[in-house]
Structure formats: structure tokens, C-alpha cells
């Protein structure tokens, strides 16, 4: 009783104060497990970088290039002033810094014992005069896997990317021909993403019997090239998705679908093939308007330092960590045909998920440049990019899921208030995969209704 008359008896202001304490005080007890394991991983993961200078210096005769310097000394290939727009890299790879200067004494210290040994100088710079005389085409890193099925693609003379193909069964001819449609997956994923759930209902369907469609592995995804000379920027895969598809195929009209990250890509392929394309869907589209500093927003907006829950803690480490995730794939991915025969044994089933395998099968070195550059820095061309196919008149189309955990679920809303004439389809209880996901058939209805009116228009 004397207690509650004591509170009751505080003025508003003094309670108003006391709960901002309070707050304050929970937060500082949240945050201080954060800073202390992610401090000791800052330096974990600078000690690692010494470890695989030695380690890719013994295996290969050259250490391998990274980013735990700072871009202004050019120890990269990038000499300063270079642009950003011209590099396509994105300004996370360098904003990493490590806060303490141990640390980077430490790796300056072993790059001066380093230097004098013969192979340290290779930087990512080299890799365009190593691209002129095959250089890709001479193996993967001793920590990336070697079995046939990752590296098929070195042995044809011209590597294209792999594509899944579904042709229209009608032989419509004249006004009436068939119509184009390319599907791009997200990061860490595959063809499979559409051809697993999507494709066998758009095909049952009638009105599939006048679709040809066409489902790509990105490059470094799935069954697609890997190449390690390969920055994998935003303008990469864009060139590679015209010469394994549109030109491969003589495509000289098509619709666009993309999923997650695959929408930064439609966005782009979109914009420079605008009198092609006739329609884009956007899945799931992580969409920040343009604005300095958006790739840092970006990165602390989609993989912010956590530890909780599991996969978010996973998803920090592989994102702001350049050499314990190449710890992480060098034990999961090198070894995946491993993890999948114990899975089969342990489950009895006779094939493993093929999301699963869609996250072994790709290489540190794709794995972390394709999330940097084209995750992170391609939101910086999506306004761009956006403004240009509105002008011309052409259908965006947006479906989002309102419980998104990966992508901000109001990432459809803001691209509505920046551009009025996309259409936003806000899905409810959708998360990020399963605005797809067990919604096939939905999915699919919608698909043909956007192909059907932008072919009508």
C-alpha cells in the first residue's frame, strides 16, 4: 500500500523519466552480449585472414585477395578516385572496419612478411587480364568443393548459365505467337525456386501451352559458372542472363518474375532491354529509396549484427565476417555431397530439400560478392532503373507478404509512394518464401492475368 501511494504520488514527469530510464537500462543489457561476441569475432575473423593468406599461399602459390583494408590504399586493384559506378563495387566490402587498431596492425604486419614472398600480389584488379587467357577456367580455391557436378562448367569452351527451359506446347503462329518469360531466383538459391513449385502449376494450366518459359541459375548459383575472376556485380549478371538467354534463345520480347535479390537484377535487365520486356513482377523485391549511404541502411536493415535467432546470427556472420564465412561454406559447402548423404540416411528420404542444396552448392567467392555488390549496392540502382521503365509506360508489379522477415514488409508501400503507378499486391500472413510457397495456384492466376493485360495494352 505505501509503495503504491509512493508511485502514485510521483509526477508525471518523474514516471515519464523513469520508464525512458528503465528502457535505456534493458537495452543496454540486451546490446552487452552483442558487443562482447561480436568484438571477439571482429577478431577471430582477422586472425582467420591471416590463416588463409598462409593457407591459399601453400595451396595455390598466390594468396587470395580480400577486403580488410581500407579501398582508399588500393590494395584491391582499385586505385583511389576510382567510382563506384564504373567498379560496380559495393562500399560495404570496405565499411567494415574492424574498431581496433591491433587488428589491423596485425594484418599489415603479416602483409610486409607476405609481400616478400613471390604470388602475394594478386588483387581483384588482376583478374581482367587473367580473364583474357582463361584464367576461370584453371580450378576453383582448395576450399571450394571439387566434385563434377560444381565444376562441370570449366570444362566447356563457352560457359553459359545453366536454364531450365519449359517451351510452349501450342505452335501458335502470326499475331498470336508465343510469349517470353524469364524467371530469376534470389540469393543463395536456384532455378529450382520456380521450377520445383511454380512451373508444374503454370503448365497445367491452358493458358501455359502459349508461355515459353525459361528459369536461370544466377551466376555462381546452382549449376551455373563460378568463376573466380569475377567481382559478380550487378552489371555481371546481367550480361551473363543476355548471353545465356536472351541471345542464346533470340529473344526479342519477353515478361520478367523475380524473386527477393532476383528483383534488383529484372529492375536492371528491364532497363536496358525496355523496348523487350512487356511486363515485371517483383517478388518479395527488397526495395530502399536511393540516397547516400543506403547500402550501410541496407546491410543494418536486412542483416543486422544479432545473435538471436539462430539463422539471424548466421546471416551476420556471413555478411560482416569476410573469413569465418569462408570458415562456414569451406565445412558445409566443400563437403555437401557429405551433409547430403547423412541427411538421406538420417531422414530415410531419397532426396534432400532443394533449398538446402541450393545453399551448399555455391562458393564463398560468389556467395559474398554477389550478396555485397548486387544485394547492397543494387538498391542504389532500383530508383534509377524504376524511373526510366515508368516513362516508358511499362507494368511493374509487386507481391508482397506482410509477414516478410526477411525483407521489410513495407518495401512494397514505399516503392508505391515513390512510384504511384506500381502495382502493389500486399499478401496477408505471407512470409518471405511463402508468397509462393503452398500459394501456387494463386501465384499462378495472377501471373497469367499481368501477361495476358500487358499483352493486350
Known amino acids: ?17 523513469i520508464r525512458k530510464w528503465t528502457r535505456k537500462c534493458t537495452k543496454n543489457l540486451v546490446s552487452a552480449p552483442n558487443f562482447l561476441v561480436f568484438s571477439y569475432l571482429d577478431f577471430l575473423d582477422s586472425v582467420f585472414c591471416v590463416v588463409y593468406k598462409y ?7 598466390e594468396a587470395s585477395p580480400c577486403y580488410c583494408r581500407s579501398k582508399i590504399k588500393g590494395c584491391y586493384g582499385n586505385k583511389p578516385g576510382d567510382e563506384d559506378e564504373e567498379t560496380g563495387i559495393s562500399e560495404t566490402l570496405y565499411g567494415r572496419q574492424k574498431k581496433l587498431k591491433e587488428m589491423i596492425d596485425l594484418i599489415e604486419f603479416v602483409e610486409r612478411l607476405l609481400n616478400k614472398t613471390k604470388g602475394f600480389d594478386a588483387g581483384y584488379g588482376d583478374f581482367k587480364d587473367k580473364k583474357k587467357v582463361g584464367f576461370h577456367r584453371l580450378g576453383n580455391r582448395w576450399s571450394d568443393c571439387g566434385c563434377d557436378s560444381c565444376i562441370s562448367w570449366m570444362k566447356v569452351d563457352d560457359p553459359k548459365l545453366h536454364v531450365v ?6 505452335k501458335a503462329m502470326g499475331e498470336h505467337s508465343n510469349e517470353n518469360v524469364i524467371f530469376i531466383h534470389g540469393i543463395l538459391s536456384s532455378s ?14 491452358d493458358k501455359g501451352d502459349n508461355y515459353n518459359m525459361f528459369a536461370v541459375d544466377l551466376l555462381g548459383h546452382g549449376k551455373s ?3 573466380r575472376d569475377n567481382l559478380y556485380t550487378l552489371k555481371d549478371h546481367v550480361e551473363w542472363i543476355e548471353k545465356s538467354v536472351v541471345s542464346e534463345f533470340g529473344l526479342n520480347s519477353f515478361h520478367l518474375v523475380a524473386h527477393s535479390m532476383g528483383s534488383i537484377i529484372a529492375l536492371a535487365l528491364a532497363a536496358k532491354h525496355s523496348k523487350s520486356v512487356k511486363s515485371i513482377t517483383l517478388v518479395a523485391p527488397p526495395y530502399f529509396p536511393s540516397k547516400d549511404g ?12 544479432r545473435l538471436w535467432p539462430p539463422e539471424a546470427f548466421l546471416s551476420s556472420v556471413m555478411t560482416w565476417y569476410e573469413h569465418l564465412s569462408r570458415s562456414v561454406c569451406f565445412v558445409l559447402c566443400r563437403n555437401h555431397r557429405t551433409w547430403e548423404s547423412l541427411i538421406k540416411r538420417l531422414t530415410g528420404a531419397r532426396e534432400v530439400n532443394f533449398m538446402f542444396m541450393d545453399m551448399m552448392k555455391i562458393t564463398h567467392h560468389s556467395g559474398w560478392h554477389t550478396t555485397h555488390n548486387v544485394l547492397y549496392r543494387g538498391v542504389k540502382q532500383m530508383d534509377k532503373n524504376l524511373e526510366m521503365l515508368m516513362k516508358l509506360r511499362k507494368k511493374v508489379h509487386v507481391l508482397m507478404g506482410t509477414r516478410d522477415k ?30 509462393v510457397f503452398n500459394r501456387e495456384n494463386v501465384v499462378a492466376q495472377d501471373l497469367f492475368r499481368i501477361w495476358e493485360n500487358s499483352t493486350s495494352h
Do not use: Y
Open 294 to 305: 543506403v547500402e550501410f541502411t541496407v546491410i543494418n536493415s536486412l542483416t543486422p549484427k
Open 55 to 61: 593457407l591459399d599461399l601453400l595451396m595455390e602459390g
Open 1 to 17: 500500500m505505501v509503495v503504491a501511494k509512493i508511485a502514485t504520488s510521483l509526477p508525471l514527469s518523474s514516471s515519464i523519466l
Open 406 to 435: 526477411s525483407v521489410p514488409p513495407d518495401c512494397g508501400n514505399q516503392m508505391k509512394n515513390r512510384f504511384p503507378e506500381v502495382e502493389v499486391n500486399n499478401i496477408p500472413d505471407a512470409g518471405h518464401r511463402s508468397v
Open 192 to 205: 529450382s525456386f520456380w521450377t520445383k513449385t511454380l512451373f508444374p502449376k503454370l503448365s497445367e494450366s
Open 225 to 227: 559458372p563460378k568463376p
Open 165 to 170: 527451359v519449359n517451351e510452349a506446347s501450342s
